[in-house]
């Protein structure tokens, strides 16, 4: 029988912190072949990555690990560093969730490809740089020889991805250590890079190891799949044994976690609240005597009308203008154009004018984390608008606003007074929401409010959001890269691409019968991953 | 294949850098012209003139000096005087050393100011830089401890004591260094070290802070995860990075040491221009306090724009415009 590549014995991780002990992975057990893909999958704080931080050597400092991570025999966890740096980045290789800040800003992607190649083949710089081309080739990078000498900031996120993709592949690994390699990205990309990561080791044989949040991504791209909760492994199985008959309720519930549900459309006599006429919205400065012509038209040209009780939907590509335009209807940026809220000309409006429409035009941010002030409580935090818009309201009334409002998102009244740090990123959503619902809003741009969440709350979010919907009158403008979620909860879609909607209708039409072919790239991407990857295998 | 050398982008780059370096050059004037203007003033408010003395001059020989420098004239012809002096180049005749010309004190002073504060500032930056990376990488450790005690110690004990005191140790008791003067190479260790304490200490806890960060970087764990050495790690990912803070730091630091240490220059009996900064001031000696002035405000301007460019450098993201 042959050996496996990587064998993890009963690992556990503990992290020491001011709280005590964390006990992030709890005694995992798991084997990859050589030549196999094995899937990892769980929710954030599964321990999933933490189990291959540990086995590469990169826990942060407060962080142990015990039990065995074995390479073809050798223990990499009690292997002293210049072994395992003679192992790492040349037999077993890594890429990481985030392809914006995995690279060096400072050196060109050239030298950072060749860093790994000198140091482990001794290669010349010379020798180096020809292999490094060569390896940008390989990921199919446009312009490869350019793409050497640039900085990674002049690259966009999918380059960037590949650009690790390369580093992984310069020394021909046994291993490659995936850690949610797609989750930055957006799904065309994705699609993408699972492409090419599929296509790679069927020429190069290499085994990978791919962690990921999302179980539907590894359908068809894994050979066998460990899904883990908590710490310890949930389930573990080949990928069709998983896929077709899985056996806990965990599993059963992250291949269900598709949001589902449609959005009936509103009635053609509905009122309209909000309306834009040819909004544009323009970054930079335009050429100056020393200086060149920066501008990015970010918006261009326009126009919605959203009707009461309706959910606009907005679709598109990171860079695609779907947030500059939320921002833009709110005035929360200068913008040209026409906007009409309730028959009143709110557009150009200043801070001071906008102020007495900013109760019933409320925004909920993508970033659960950043959006709520660290040093306030979360009834603070919810109460904060009332103090504004209702300073008439008694202390006690204001404080039967924030329960009721958090009451109203499904949170324990008695929170209010916990700070953001005690929450989950769900739960902190819902602060936000809270604060956004309490003053009882007509509109609510939504900017991706649930793109930073698990599957599993994000569909707690997405209920949440139909039923204050229903129980208030909302009207929605809600921005996502997620077409799934769009589906589910928006009756009217539009589409943008480069400050421009390609199309819009009402949701059944766009997605039973997209028009264009960008808005059909689009559902392959986020649908019929499995189609689209065994086409291209096949 | 083409070599990786520095190829047409940084053609581009140069020539945009030297247009911004002109730009900032330029746009510097009015900024400086605001300072002379306001120092002119600022100084003729102050209450005294450069001739008032412990018993007063008899009026007939005040009348006489203030017409020979002019100082009977408008203020208003005064100053379009002083400006159409300085467009020439010439800052004018000190009134209190009176056989010398400000230019001629400031070329004497200057470069031994300079000399002295240029050597303390390479010394902070080396020494700063090591103390800040060697904490950084052995964070919360003793040596950790003991380089953020060093540091607090160089920051809080000001250079009048210190100066004396390495007089004392060193120069008086031990008799390694010479006391005073500027006559061997010796003499000049004890003022360097005096003068660069408390700017290694800054640069120490910068340096520290920016490399702890730097270190926790997501590229500095690709690096790692590379298998590159640590040496390489810490050197080439993560002081490149660590750098720019200290280097914004560095630019006003170097402006103050370039221009000379009152203290220092009195404490070691050096001949530097810092003493007459102050001494300028209070005999209300005005050219030679406009002709510190403007030392001082050009050699911030110039700093600062050093800074802005080996920001520029060291960081590719970080464009001129």
Redesign the interface.
């Known amino acids: 029988m042959t050996q496996p590549v990587l064998e993890i014995d009963d690992i556990r991780v503990t992290f020491d912190t001011a709280d005590g002990d964390v006990n992030a992975v709890r005694g995992v057990s798991m084997h990859v072949m050589p030549g196999e893909t094995v899937a990892v999958v769980g929710e954030s704080g599964s321990g999933k990555s933490q189990i291959m931080m540990a086995a ?3 826990l942060a ?1 407060n962080g142990a690990a015990t039990g065995a991570v074995r390479y073809r025999g050798t223990d990499l966890l009690t292997l002293p ?1 210049r072994k ?7 037999k077993i ?2 890429i ?1 969730q ?1 392809p914006m ?8 992607i ?2 950072q490809l060749a ?2 190649l000198r ?2 083949g001794g290669l010349s ?1 010379k020798a180096a ?2 292999r490094a ?1 060569e390896l940008l080739e390989l990921v199919q990078i446009p312009n490869p ?1 350019a793409k ?2 640039a ?1 990674p ?1 002049e690259m966009s996120g999918g380059q960037r991805q590949r650009v ?1 993709i390369a ?1 992984a592949l310069a020394n021909d690994p046994d291993l490659l250590i995936a850690d949610e390699p797609t989750t930055a990205l957006d799904v065309t990309i994705q699609a993408e890079i699972l492409q090419l990561l599929a296509d790679l080791q069927a020429r190069l044989g290499m085994s990978i190891l791919f962690i990921t949040h999302d179980l539907t991504i590894v359908e068809a791209f894994a050979d066998r799949v460990y899904v883990m909760r908590q710490g310890l492994l949930e389930e573990e199985g080949t990928a069709q044994a998983i896929f077709g008959n899985p056996q806990t309720d965990y599993t059963k519930m992250l291949l269900a976690a598709e949001p589902d549900g449609v959005k009936l459309p509103v009635a053609a006599d509905a009122p309209v609240l909000l309306q834009g006429d040819d909004v544009r919205v323009t970054f930079g400065k335009a050429a100056g005597w ?2 060149k012509d920066t501008t990015l038209r970010a918006v261009d040209g326009i126009s919605l009308s959203l009707r009461k009780g309706q959910t606009i939907g907005v679709v598109g590509e990171s860079g695609s203008g779907k947030s500059t335009l939320g921002r833009a209807l709110l005035q929360l940026l200068p913008a040209e154009g026409r906007v009409v809220y309730q028959g009143e000309q709110i557009g150009g409006l200043d801070r001071a004018g906008m102020r007495r429409y900013r109760d019933q035009l409320q925004m909920v941010f993508q970033d659960p984390y950043g959006s709520l002030s660290p040093r306030m409580t979360v009834g603070e935090i919810v109460a904060e608008g009332l103090s504004v818009h209702e300073p008439e309201l008694s202390r006690a009334e204001r404080d039967a606003r924030v329960m009721q409002a958090l009451d109203d998102v499904g949170l324990e009244p008695s929170f209010r007074n916990r700070f953001p740090h005690e929450f989950s990123g769900g739960q902190r959503q819902r602060v936000a929401i809270a604060r956004a619902v309490i003053l009882r809003p007509d509109v609510i741009v939504l900017d991706e409010p649930t793109s930073a969440l698990d599957r599993s709350v994000q569909k707690q979010v997405i209920d949440l959001l139909r039923r204050i919907q229903v129980e208030y009158g909302l009207s929605y403008i809600f921005i996502s890269h997620d077409l799934a979620v769009v589906r589910a909860l928006s009756d009217y879609v539009m589409v943008m691409k480069e400050g421009v909607v390609v199309e819009e209708g009402p949701t059944a039409q766009i997605f039973g019968a997209p028009q264009m072919e960008y808005t059909r790239a689009l559902m392959r991407a986020a649908f019929n991953l499995k189609s689209l990857l065994l086409e291209k295998a096949g | ?2 070599p ?1 050398s520095w ?1 047409g ?1 940084f053609q581009f780059g140069r020539y945009h850098m030297l ?1 911004y370096a002109i ?1 900032r050059l330029l746009g510097a004037i009015p900024t400086l012209f605001f300072i002379v203007t306001a120092a002119f003033f600022m100084m003729r408010v102050a209450p005294g003139g450069p001739f008032d003395q412990e018993r007063a001059l008899e009026a007939t020989v005040l009348a006489n000096l203030n017409a020979t420098f002019g100082l009977d004239q408008p203020l208003w012809r005064q100053y379009l005087i002083y400006l159409g002096n300085l467009a020439q180049g010439d800052m004018g005749p000190s009134f209190v050393y009176r056989d010398l010309k400000v230019h001629e004190i400031l070329a004497i002073g200057l470069p031994v100011s300079m000399k002295l504060g240029g050597m303390a500032l390479a010394l902070a930056m080396v020494v700063g830089s090591a103390l800040g990376s060697v904490a950084a990488l052995r ?1 919360n450790s003793a040596v950790d401890y003991g380089v953020i005690a060093i540091a607090t110690f160089g920051i809080t004990i000001p250079n009048f004591v210190v100066a004396p005191v390495l007089l004392l140790v060193f120069a008086l008791y031990f008799d390694f260094f010479p006391a005073g003067g500027l006559t061997q190479w010796q003499s000049y260790i004890l003022p360097v070290i005096a003068l660069a304490l408390p700017q290694i200490a800054v640069v120490a806890r910068l340096i520290r802070g920016a490399m702890i960060e730097a270190l926790r ?14 040496r ?1 790690i810490v050197i ?2 993560a002081l ?2 660590a750098c720019l803070p200290a280097i914004s730091y560095m630019g006003p630091a170097a402006a103050a040491l370039l221009t000379g240490s009152i203290v220092i220059e009195q404490i070691f009996g050096i001949p530097g221009i810092g003493r007459y900064f102050v001494q300028g001031a209070l005999n209300r000696d005005y050219t030679l306090v406009m002709g510190t002035v403007i030392v001082v405000a050009l050699f911030v301007v110039v700093f600062n724009l050093i800074v802005d460019l080996l920001y520029a450098v ?4 970080v464009r001129y ?1």
């Open positions: 590469m050597g990169l400092g560093a395992l740096n003679d192992l790492r980045g040349a290789t890594m990481f985030e800040t995995s690279l060096d800003p400072l050196y060109r050239g030298e860093e790994p140091v482990h710089v740089m020809a081309l020889e050497l000498r900085y900031h690790m580093m020393f200086s | 294949m083409p990786l190829g982008t247009s730009r964070q970087s997501d590229h500095v764990r690709t690096a790692r995860a590379y298998g590159l050495p640590t390489m080439k990912h490149r990075a060291l960081d590719p993201r415009d």
